[in-house]
């Protein structure tokens, strides 16, 4: 199965397919990020492959590793044919991704969630808020350096240390 | 700014018909709902940030506490997740043992799924009867693993211990018992009036809009789709036993009460094939990369010594890659995504998950209908917010 796919997309998309390679049996397509709702939009309505299920819309921080540092991913499922593909886009921290809202409605949520995490931006979308944090959060916490915790001075005389509200990286400078 | 004629109407986030810390902000017209938007994020604890700084094992217990109604469902996706990366040869004992558990689980959380969403509703009995049968199955989480709820019976490669003698006769008197129990259910509630009242024409999604909005799992199936990850899918040795995909055409919450009666009949059936299958052998993988010895063996032998020693204090390290792996869990398609940058730690878990999807189209089931239905709603689309914020 996996075979035809790749065919197919590379018969049609391969100027706009960056790299394309099977790991564990899935298919991982790398495709540029202003191509993608392209792609998509043609994976999902071809009458051979039919990926009408979008499954689950994620990112990876590769700071320091890697560069463009975010790499987003859409794993797309093919009810019809049981099939998969994970989709992959590689992106900086300031370039937004084109939403995927106007093609499959739980879209909106799950980039909301990678808004919210890892602060990546996508042009499109109704409603790009944070979705678990609180609105007034500062940072992003999927991202490698935001830290999963701090310490708390052992020892101050200052109020200003011991007040660890204003010392948490996450408040910002404007938490009186 | 919504206009003067509609009214806000704020619903939870302590509601006990929220099932959880859900908020939905209600705009209503007269006791008609315009919009319902979910807020969710009280119950975030940074799961997935946690495991970045854990070892694999470690992580591990983290996934029960995601969708804690059904905590081996979350170890199998995580588990299967890391030995499709490594490629790791399971032991068909712990296969049987997987299958045979993962299908108590999907039981044990649609009973509370039907006690819970009948009481809303106003069958206040259910919930007795329902958690009177959960707790059998409570207790076999408990006999196997020693942990009620916070199993952690799976681990990477296998099973942490070997099932207990009598695990065999404690299973088929739940598949004795068992039957009858849903029978029952199906007497209280099936036929009866108010509970058709309520629920009939409530709540309707259409395929295709289904499809659209992401649902999976029972609402997916109630809508009429015939999508079952152990049937399109198999992973473990699903494709080993016989059942049927439980669909029904109505896609409204009548329909999605009766597709989770049937999983439960389906989820018996091959508990019933798999408990006279289970083979004699090892539970756990024998490649000592991953999992450690037998314990009496590391007190006497030095090379097992060694490996129990690395794998305690380095862990295993997967090589290089990111998998997706996905299972069928009693809410839906539950995914992990794992990425390894060779370490002992993984460098990014992500779940997908399916209550976290399936509330993102509450407004769709909820637009135009009344006050009370936004109860029902919720219920069929049963969340839990554990595994919503992670």
Request: with cysteine.
């Amino acid at each position: 199965m996996v075979s035809a796919v790749e065919e197919k997309l590379k018969k049609e998309y391969s100027d706009k397919i960056q790299e394309m390679f099977t790991f564990r049996d899935d298919l991982n397509v790398v495709v540029k990020p202003e191509h993608l709702p392209e792609i998509c939009r043609y994976l999902k309505t071809d009458q051979d492959l039919k990926f009408n299920f979008l499954s689950c819309i994620t990112a990876v921080d590769y700071l320091g590793r890697r560069q463009p540092r975010f790499e987003i991913v859409y794993m797309l499922f093919s009810i019809p044919n049981h099939y998969r593909i994970i989709l992959k886009t590689r992106v900086d921290e300031n370039d937004a991704v084109p939403s995927l809202t106007s093609l499959w409605e739980t879209a909106d949520w799950q980039e909301r969630e990678v808004f919210d995490m890892f602060g990546l931006k996508f042009s499109g979308h109704p409603n790009l808020t944070r979705i678990i944090m609180d609105d007034d959060w500062v940072g992003h916490p999927q991202r490698k350096d935001f830290p999963l915790t701090y310490e708390l001075p052992q020892f101050s005389f200052s109020r200003d240390d011991i007040d660890t509200r204003a010392n948490a990286p996450w408040r910002g400078d404007n938490d009186a | 700014m919504p206009e003067a004629k509609t009214m806000i109407l704020n619903m939870g986030p302590q509601h006990p018909a929220t099932h959880g810390v859900l908020r939905v902000i209600l705009e209503l017209d007269g006791e008609t709902v315009v919009k319902a938007s979910p807020v969710i994020g009280y119950l975030h604890t940074g799961i997935e940030k946690n495991m970045e700084a854990k070892t694999y094992t470690q992580a591990l217990t983290m996934t029960d506490r995601m969708d804690y109604l059904a905590p081996m469902s979350n170890n199998l996706v995580y588990a299967g997740a890391i030995e499709k990366l490594m490629q790791v040869e399971i032991p068909p004992r712990a296969e049987y043992v997987r299958v045979i558990m993962t299908e108590l689980t999907r039981i044990a959380s649609h009973l509370v799924w039907l006690g819970t969403h009948a009481t809303d509703i106003g069958a206040m009995s259910m919930l007795l009867y329902c958690f009177r049968e959960r707790e059998k199955i409570i207790q076999m989480y408990e006999f196997v693993s020693g942990v009620r709820m916070m199993s952690s019976y799976f681990r990477v490669g296998g099973l942490a211990k070997d099932i207990p003698d009598g695990f065999d006769k404690r299973v088929k008197e739940i598949l004795d018992t068992f039957p009858g129990r849903i029978n029952e259910y199906e007497g209280l509630l099936t036929e009866n009036k108010i509970w058709r009242n309520r629920t009939e024409n409530v709540g309707v999604i259409s395929a295709e809009d289904a499809v659209n909005a992401g649902l999976s799992g029972p609402n997916l199936r109630a809508s009429g789709v015939a999508w079952d990850i152990r049937k399109s899918n198999p992973y473990s040795y699903y494709d080993k036993f016989e059942f049927d995909i439980a669909t029904n055409d109505k896609g409204d919450v009548y329909g999605r009460y009766l597709v989770r009666l049937e999983e439960m009949r389906q989820s018996l059936r091959i508990i019933d094939q798999a408990i006279d299958g289970i083979p004699e052998g090892p539970y756990i993988t024998e490649d000592r990369k991953i999992a450690p010895p037998p314990k009496e063996r590391v007190l006497k032998g030095m090379e097992e010594l060694i490996h129990h020693f690395k794998l305690v204090v380095h862990g295993f390290q997967p090589p290089e890659g990111d998998v997706y792996f996905s299972i069928e869990s009693p809410k839906g398609e539950i995914g992990c995504y794992i990425v390894s940058d060779g370490s002992k730690k993984p460098y990014r878990v992500h779940f997908r998950p399916p209550s976290f999807v399936n509330i993102s189209a509450l407004n769709r089931l909820v637009k135009g209908r009344m006050v009370a239905d936004v109860i029902a709603c919720i219920g069929s689309i049963d969340i839990v917010l554990g595994e919503i914020d992670r």
